[in-house]
């Protein structure tokens, strides 16, 4: 490029000496010698500011590549220093083994022509003074810490919001153990979960329980509302190597409230039953008894506690019957096109002595299954549970314990992969009027929930 600029202005100064070359002419006055040498001079800067130029950009380019080639080895150098130091620490082997998950639930209820009751001073008995509403805003949190200790025990932790019963230092009883009992409500440390379980490799199908977790057999909200969790010990085992017939068998025995002058109160499991998977359709059924004992040494009677949750009580604040439920269940799982559906029905009696109220059941279904953004499902049951055919106070807290009857319709919807918006509306009433509210106690309930899951 050089070259062909220089000859240009050879060139150029050959054609402005004109015929005489560079031998100057003698025929030519002074005065066009000198204008000649100034273009000459002009041309020559000319070329000379081009030069220049062309240096420059050529020795611009060549700091540029030096430049990059420096920032890439200053990287690669950074990128080695930092892999070499990440190297040398490393989180210890049981911090990798905990996973951390949670949920966060924000809900609106709105109770509907609620009644309110006055006990005549003569007379002592109850008149209806009229009806009310009532909307409540309310959280739920809870943070689950899951353990993997080896490839056959875990162990896990839960914890998180509650309220104090009324008159009691206790939270819930169905949202968390210091000491097994207290009628398994949440301690003051606000403990939700808090177990271990075991799942030995040389018996596959077999596991362990062992201190305060959901209940993991097979049941429904007419026995333990979703946000009950049971104390003591659990022993379980399934045969899963035939598909179309699994069976199991399910065994627990759990404490519901310690005392040191008598028998503690208890409650013991008996289950049975199976599951067929015909991989277009899968049956799981089940008979269970609950052996509730020593049922006089828990506080759910007492006025403080919450009355008995629809149980009847005697005048000393003591559940008058015992509990000696058989129960049955079952559940039906199949596809209508791409929505998952599940039918259920359940039965149960309290065998105990001198019992009247002794019945309950519920039955109803699930339609579609909310497993990613835009899908959602709907759920209705029906429920009947008279005054004593199940503890009260562990059944769900939402439809009203024992002595309720009515249904249940709920709604939910995926919005986000973290964020479900739920609807959900119970239409309630007592089985049996009772002497404090001759007129029944009927509940229009309506909840709207936002639930976060991390």
């Not at 990440?86 to 022509?113: C, H, M, N, Y």
């Not at 249904?407 to 002497?435: C, E, G, W």
Request: charged share 25%.
């Amino acid at each position: 490029m050089l070259l062909k600029k220089f000859l240009g202005a050879w060139a150029g100064l050959t054609l402005l000496a004109g015929p005489c070359g560079y031998d100057i002419c003698f025929g030519q006055s002074n005065q066009e010698i000198l204008d000649k040498l100034n273009q000459m001079q002009q041309v020559i800067e000319k070329q000379q500011q081009e030069i220049r130029s062309l240096q420059q950009q050529l020795q611009n380019k060549l700091d540029s590549a030096q430049a990059e080639a420096m920032k890439q080895e200053m990287q690669a150098s950074v990128k080695k220093e930092v892999k070499e130091e990440a190297g040398k620490f490393k989180l210890p082997d049981w911090v990798e083994r905990i996973t951390f998950s949670g949920d966060l639930r924000l809900r609106w209820e709105d109770r509907q022509d609620l009644k309110t009751y006055t006990q005549d001073a003569k007379t002592k008995k109850y008149k209806e003074t009229g009806t009310y509403n009532r909307d409540q805003f309310r959280y739920r949190l809870r943070l689950v810490f899951d353990a993997k200790l080896s490839e056959e025990f875990k162990a896990v932790a839960s914890f998180g919001s509650s309220s104090p019963l009324s008159g009691t230092t206790d939270n819930t009883t169905t949202v968390s153990n210091t000491t097994f009992g207290n009628e398994w409500t949440q301690k003051p440390n606000y403990v939700l979960l808090a177990y271990a379980r075991y799942t030995p490799k040389w018996l596959t199908g077999l596991q362990l329980y062992g201190g305060k977790f959901k209940p993991p057999w097979v049941q429904t909200d007419m026995f333990f509302d979703p946000d009950t969790a049971v104390e003591g010990f659990y022993e379980s085992y399934k045969f899963a190597k035939f598909k179309p017939f699994q069976p199991f068998g399910n065994l627990g025995q759990f404490v519901v409230n310690e005392v040191s002058t008598s028998a503690d109160a208890m409650m013991y499991l008996y289950q049975l039953g199976f599951e067929s998977d015909l991989d277009v359709v899968k049956f799981t059924v089940a008979g269970s008894y609950y052996d509730w004992r020593d049922m006089n040494s828990s506080r759910i009677g007492s006025t403080a506690f919450g009355g008995g949750f629809g149980n009847t009580v005697n005048s000393a604040g003591i559940l008058t019957y015992d509990y000696k439920i058989l129960d049955f269940i079952g559940f039906v799982d199949f596809k209508i096109g791409k929505f998952p559906v599940r039918l259920f029905g359940e039965y149960a009696k309290n065998n105990a002595d001198k019992v009247k109220y002794n019945t309950a059941w519920n039955a109803g279904f699930f339609f579609g299954r909310p497993d990613k953004p835009g899908d959602w499902d709907f759920m209705y049951k029906h429920v009947y549970i008279e005054n004593d055919a199940v503890v009260g106070a562990f059944s769900d807290g939402d439809f009203y314990f024992a002595n309720r009857e009515g249904d249940k319709f709920m709604f939910t919807y995926r919005l986000l992969k973290f964020l479900d918006l739920r609807a959900t509306y119970f239409l309630t009433d007592v089985v049996n009027k009772t002497t404090s509210k001759p007129n029944g106690d009927p509940d229009h309930r309506f909840q709207f929930d936002f639930i976060w899951r991390w």
